[in-house]
């Protein structure tokens, strides 16, 4: 049952609270009330641990905190991404000539911020390198490799899965890669699933290793302003896509419904609506990771 | 005044923080002994889940501090700080029960 707590935790109490637990249940098997109350204060140690809440932890967990939310929502908002970068393929041949620059200005801006986030990503994780050198040096592995290793697993699976689905692709129409195929189209809903999965599992073993990794005070504040710009540049995109949206809305919404130039059918379409909500999801949360960030600064530069 | 926090973070008079420090303030006690010490002056069954959370929470204050032992089941004791705080949580306590008394026209024994 202890499972449930965070292993610092049980390195400091395990011992103590196995034997409370002990003696609450005394001979019988504990109840299922019991074990949910368990698990429930489990998992608000786990909370509490975070840094993400309160005042008790050290400004400089919250503000790492804070910046690992940041990237946690990064992930969230890539598969967003992707979704936005699908849905948009070839809206420019759509549109009337004089009602294109609007909407590719604001295609572009979420194209190039796009680009500018993975590489504050890159940059972030490059400032950190040396110190994840020497926390693995110093036998940190072994408290990381399961996450790493099921990351480097979904990773080759998506890769085995990506090159026979090109393959296959490059044999089908449009309309055929656009869902008139239903057998290529669940193919796909799955690997995209794998993909999403492997993202997951990375930001999972980054924030692993992140938390486990002494970062000095330098590299901790360049990763908050890092964290910093790259909620500001979601935050950017998530309204550029909105104004491209309703751009097409305005002036060419046969394109997103798929159907014939000139018709006029509702502008409102469950993928975009949903690419959008989470695009919108992460820059909420991305913002109260700021706001860990921001309301430990003075707290940190002072240390 | 009535609700308002303490110093220290305790509020109501059936916290499990106020419930466990007002335990210690008799004398150290395991979590077992903690549990059982609380549901008699209390009435309150304090679950294992939520007696480790308040007294990881009062520890990390340093209102409490454990006991070396050799024995699983390590007594906890509280710290000067936390009679200060309890001290600081019955005297909310006790102004809120005057208020409450007087309007109903009731009457408290004095503290000895």
């Given at each position: 049952?202890?499972?449930?707590?965070?292993?610092?935790w049980?390195?400091?109490?395990?011992?103590?609270?196995a034997?409370?637990m002990?003696d609450?249940?005394?001979?019988?098997?504990?109840?299922?009330?019991?074990?949910?109350s368990i698990?429930?204060?489990?998992?608000?140690?786990?909370?509490h641990?975070?840094?993400?809440?309160?005042?008790?932890?050290?400004?400089?967990?919250r503000?790492?905190?804070?910046?690992l939310?940041?990237?946690?929502?990064?992930?969230?908002f890539v598969?967003?991404?992707?979704?936005?970068?699908?849905?948009s393929e070839?809206f420019?041949?759509?549109m009337?000539?004089?009602?294109?620059?609007?909407?590719q200005?604001?295609?572009?801006?979420?194209?190039?911020?796009?680009f500018?986030?993975?590489?504050?990503?890159i940059l972030g994780?490059?400032?950190?390198?040396p110190?994840?050198?020497?926390?693995?040096?110093?036998?940190?592995?072994s408290?990381?490799?399961?996450h790493?290793l099921?990351?480097i697993?979904?990773t080759?699976l998506?890769l085995?899965?990506?090159?026979?689905?090109s393959?296959?692709?490059?044999?089908?129409?449009e309309?055929?890669?656009?869902g008139?195929?239903?057998?290529?189209?669940?193919v796909f809903?799955i690997w995209?699933?794998?993909?999403a999965a492997?993202?997951?599992?990375?930001?999972?073993?980054g924030?692993?290793?992140a938390?486990?990794?002494?970062?000095?005070?330098?590299?901790l504040r360049?990763e908050?302003?890092?964290?910093?710009?790259?909620?500001g540049?979601?935050a950017?995109?998530?309204?550029?896509?909105?104004?491209?949206?309703?751009?097409l809305a305005?002036?060419?919404?046969?394109f997103l419904?798929?159907?014939a130039?000139?018709?006029?059918?509702?502008?409102?379409t469950?993928?975009?609506?949903?690419?959008?909500?989470?695009?919108?999801i992460?820059?909420?949360?991305?913002?109260y990771?700021?706001?860990?960030?921001?309301?430990?600064?003075?707290?940190?530069?002072?240390? | 005044?009535a609700?308002?926090?303490?110093?220290?973070?305790?509020?109501r008079?059936?916290?499990?923080?106020v419930?466990?420090?007002?335990?210690?303030?008799?004398?150290?006690?395991h979590?077992?002994?903690?549990?059982?010490d609380?549901?008699?002056?209390?009435?309150v069954?304090?679950?294992?889940?939520?007696?480790y959370g308040a007294i990881t929470?009062?520890e990390?204050?340093g209102?409490i501090?454990?006991?070396?032992?050799?024995?699983?089941?390590?007594?906890?004791?509280?710290?000067?700080?936390?009679s200060?705080?309890?001290?600081?949580?019955?005297?909310?306590?006790?102004?809120?029960?005057?208020?409450?008394a007087?309007?109903?026209g009731?009457?408290?024994?004095?503290l000895?």
């Amino acid at each position: 049952m202890m499972c449930w707590y965070p292993r610092r935790w049980r390195d400091r109490y395990g011992d103590e609270f196995a034997a409370l637990m002990e003696d609450a249940v005394g001979d019988g098997p504990p109840t299922l009330g019991f074990k949910v109350s368990i698990a429930r204060a489990g998992l608000r140690e786990h909370i509490h641990g975070s840094g993400l809440f309160g005042d008790r932890t050290p400004a400089a967990e919250r503000v790492r905190a804070g910046s690992l939310l940041v990237l946690c929502t990064w992930t969230i908002f890539v598969l967003a991404g992707a979704s936005f970068s699908k849905v948009s393929e070839h809206f420019a041949q759509a549109m009337p000539v004089s009602s294109r620059p609007f909407a590719q200005g604001a295609f572009d801006v979420v194209a190039t911020l796009s680009f500018v986030g993975g590489f504050l990503v890159i940059l972030g994780a490059s400032a950190a390198l040396p110190a994840f050198v020497r926390f693995i040096r110093g036998g940190g592995w072994s408290t990381v490799r399961g996450h790493v290793l099921r990351a480097i697993a979904l990773t080759l699976l998506s890769l085995g899965v990506v090159i026979p689905l090109s393959l296959w692709a490059h044999h089908l129409n449009e309309l055929q890669r656009n869902g008139a195929d239903p057998t290529y189209s669940g193919v796909f809903v799955i690997w995209a699933v794998v993909v999403a999965a492997t993202l997951a599992q990375w930001t999972a073993a980054g924030v692993a290793v992140a938390r486990r990794v002494a970062l000095p005070r330098g590299v901790l504040r360049l990763e908050a302003v890092l964290a910093i710009t790259l909620a500001g540049a979601m935050a950017v995109m998530t309204v550029a896509a909105a104004l491209w949206w309703g751009s097409l809305a305005q002036n060419a919404p046969w394109f997103l419904q798929g159907t014939a130039n000139g018709t006029s059918p509702s502008p409102f379409t469950p993928q975009l609506a949903v690419t959008l909500a989470l695009m919108t999801i992460s820059v909420v949360g991305a913002g109260y990771g700021v706001m860990r960030v921001t309301g430990s600064w003075t707290e940190l530069r002072a240390s | 005044m009535a609700g308002k926090r303490t110093p220290a973070g305790l509020r109501r008079p059936n916290d499990p923080p106020v419930l466990i420090l007002t335990s210690l303030a008799a004398g150290p006690k395991h979590g077992h002994a903690l549990a059982k010490d609380i549901e008699d002056f209390a009435g309150v069954a304090l679950g294992p889940g939520a007696l480790y959370g308040a007294i990881t929470r009062l520890e990390e204050r340093g209102l409490i501090e454990p006991l070396t032992t050799d024995d699983r089941r390590r007594p906890y004791r509280i710290t000067g700080a936390g009679s200060a705080a309890l001290a600081d949580a019955v005297t909310n306590m006790r102004q809120l029960a005057d208020v409450g008394a007087s309007r109903l026209g009731l009457t408290l024994g004095t503290l000895s």
